[in-house]
């Protein structure tokens, strides 16, 4: 073991996976991952082309280019940067690409904010991206070396996006066990594409497709999502059969089996929720956490299996669908249709708000007072808000 | 476990400190963590940094709001931020000032220590940047981390001479603190 920076811990993980070509444009607080990889490839430690552009719209151009043409590709962003990809990730999941991508999660303007939330990975939600969502340092790194496994097989070809939480887990120093290199090649192999672009078989990619066949391209995109749910549970096993660390498949649990309360959430929140559930236990109160890997592909029938004998079910988001309520709150709600437990939302940790023990200690007592009284009295709540400044 | 604030400006190396305190617990057989909360980056601005040492693995993440112990790298923050917030009865404030404890107006129970660790960097490096010596002073203070896994942190993180001269003023601000 040890102890790094969580972006030098991503940016060791993508040197042990061989990318050809990585191209990106620095934006706080995903700069330290791609300031390290560009250190690789200039002090000669990683053989790959590194290409610097004037955008994110750009670097993930770059990628989609690189990889139709076979090549591992690699690119990390946040926030304002990866809502400037937009329109890119589309063309990356309708191509088919297996890009990787390390999706620093940060809040949007307006009003400019650096820190984290996870409104601009849950804002992609729908471009035919693969969406992994990290607890600690060690699990954004080993899901980069997953995520080639994933995004490159031949039943999926589809790019993945890894939401890290920004600063919490960009800037923190913890100890961190890295992959050994012969380990990583054994577990991932050279990237074989079905096609690619070559002036010796020269083919388009992306040719305009009339009424008579885009849908069926849409609905092959969402049959390889559907098949990639299988291959990330597949790839989690593997992983823990080669490098003794397991993370859950789709969803991961924690004192869930007996639990009256569940909390479910994503990202660096988890560790934080996990000592709080300890805490609530030795109280004799009995809570678990549902935590998600996976976001898209949803994983409907993990978290129906897991919640099904709960009583309540409290959702985090650090998102919110303005106007509606969180986005994981209405994914959850969809999947417990008239069979699961009490479902209740709570929006918090928007734009760096620190989510402490005692605001996971509220939560579940809301949720215990939804039990009592057999319904939910305010389905979707901000959490601590600050009444002065409204 | 044992919670770490540390308080300065933004350029005296807030963040640099509480990374090091976190690398020589490492090294010293502890489980430990280490990260920032930025104002918006630039140079003055306050800027607090957080460390957490454990015999176990860490999973919390939130900020530290009861400190046991806490490092004041700029005494001018003292009235211009509560510095001394929820810092544990039982605990230690560490400030860097060339005054005595009780001449600060430090609103803590806790116990009160000071060095001139800015005096200490100016001999020793020629050049203000304290946080290093300070971190020494800690060491010594609180017992918590040993002297020669900072020193070892401190010459990892600057290679050379810069490095040496940089163990150099943890040592002496080390040997100035009283245990």
Known sequence: MKIMEGSHAVAEAVKACRPHVISAYPITPQTHIVEEISRMVADGELACEYIRVESEHSAMSVCVGASATGARTYTATTSQGMALMHEVLFNAAGLRLPIVMTAVNRALSAPINIWDDQQDAISQRDTGWIQLHAEDSQEASDMIIQAYRIAEDHDVLLPVMIGMDGFILTHVYEPVELCPQEKVDEFLPLYEPTQYLTPKNPLTFGPIVDPSMYMEFRYMIHEAMGRAKKKIMNVASEFRDKFGRYYGGLIDTYEAEDAEVLILAMGSVIGTIKDAIDELRADGKKVGLVKVRCYRPFPAEAILEAAKDAKAIAVLDKNISLGHEGALYTDVKSVLYNKGPLALGFILGLGGRDITKSTIENIVAKAQKAIESGRVEEESEFVDLDQEVL | ?179
Do not use: C, W
Not at chain 2, 2 to 23: D, F, M, N, P
């Open chain 2, 1 to 179: 476990m044992k919670e770490i604030r540390i308080h300065g400006r933004g350029g005296q190396g807030v963040v640099t400190s509480a990374e090091l305190l976190a690398i020589a617990a490492f090294e010293d057989g502890k489980f430990s963590q280490a990260f920032p909360f930025f104002g918006f980056e630039r140079r003055g601005a306050p800027i607090v940094s957080f460390v957490r040492i454990s015999d176990s693995p860490i999973r919390l993440r939130s900020h530290i709001y009861n400190p046991d112990y806490l490092i004041v790298q700029d005494p001018t923050l003292v009235g211009v931020v509560e510095v001394t917030s929820g810092v544990r009865p039982d605990g230690m404030v560490i400030v860097n000032t060339e005054k005595e404890p009780e001449k600060l107006e430090l609103e803590a129970e806790a116990q009160v220590r000071t060095i001139n660790a800015t005096k200490i960097a100016m001999d020793v490096l020629g050049r203000p940047i304290m946080n290093t010596a300070l971190i020494g002073a800690f060491a010594r203070a609180t017992g918590e981390i040993s002297v020669e896994s900072i020193k070892h942190a401190v010459m990892n993180r600057f290679p050379g001479e810069m490095g040496e001269k940089n163990a150099e003023a943890v040592q002496k601000a080390y040997d100035m603190m009283r245990g």
